[in-house]
């Protein structure tokens, strides 16, 4: 099946690292992605990463793939309270549409 | 910026009636997708059309329809609509058939009232 799951909240501190966890369930996925929406806004391309990788790194950003766990992660270094947002998983799979999970509302406390 | 607009940003209506919304992908983009977010079923993609020719369908209503013209602009129609169909809609575009990273429209915000 297709399903992509994320817990719904992370708070953190200003200046600490953040770390968003993401499962997907379609092993056959090439490219995973990691979306960002701020209120009322659309949706922000942060980062993806091709499916045959373990890591990439960009700028604050790093996101790591266990493809046999089918976990995905997204790790921002320095938060800052300009982060804040609901942070989106999601999957590539057959026929291109994109599968997402339900966000997680990260919140930045100064 | 993504470079995807979309028009319009919002949109009023009642129940019963019909919308067109309206998507220009980035330029050179040969891909559209549509997709709906509301608060019980998240983000669900609808519709996906590559050319003008469609290419996959979601969970799309049956009083829903999309088209991609010519000159690669899509627009989705929503009919007979209902309060349930309340949502932001979003558009987004990539350049290649699937997959490619899709770039996604500022959004409709569509109040069925």
């Known amino acids: 099946g297709e399903d992509v799951e994320q817990s719904l909240f992370l708070s953190v501190r200003e200046g600490d690292s953040s770390v968003i966890n993401c499962t997907y369930t379609?092993?056959?996925?090439?490219?995973l992605y990691w979306y960002k929406q701020e209120p009322g806004a659309g949706l922000q391309l942060l980062t993806y990463?091709?499916?045959?990788?373990d890591m990439k790194q960009d700028q604050r950003l790093t996101v790591l793939l266990n493809k046999k766990d089918k976990h995905l992660s997204l790790r921002i270094a320095d938060t800052q309270t300009g982060d804040s947002a609901i942070y989106f998983c999601a999957e590539s799979i057959k026929g291109g549409k994109l599968i997402f999970g339900q966000g997680t509302e990260l919140s930045v406390k100064p | 910026d993504s470079g995807v607009t979309q028009t319009p940003k919002h949109l009023i209506t009642a129940t019963g009636q019909r919308v067109t919304l309206r998507c220009s992908p980035r330029s050179g983009d040969l891909s559209v997708y549509w997709y709906q977010q509301s608060l019980d079923q998240g983000l669900q993609f609808l519709i996906h059309?590559?050319?003008?020719?469609?290419?996959a369908k979601g969970n799309i209503l049956e009083r829903f329809s999309a088209q991609q013209f010519p000159d690669l602009h899509s627009e989705l129609n929503l009919s007979s609509l209902e309060l349930g169909d309340s949502a932001l809609y979003f558009c987004?575009?990539?350049?290649?058939?699937?997959?490619?990273?899709?770039?996604f429209g500022p959004g409709t915000r569509l109040l069925v009232l």
């Open positions: 059309y590559y050319n003008g020719e469609e290419r």
């Open positions: 987004a575009s990539s350049a290649r058939t699937p997959p490619e990273t899709q770039y």
């Open positions: 379609d092993s056959s996925s090439t490219y």
């Open positions: 990463i091709f499916s045959n990788m």
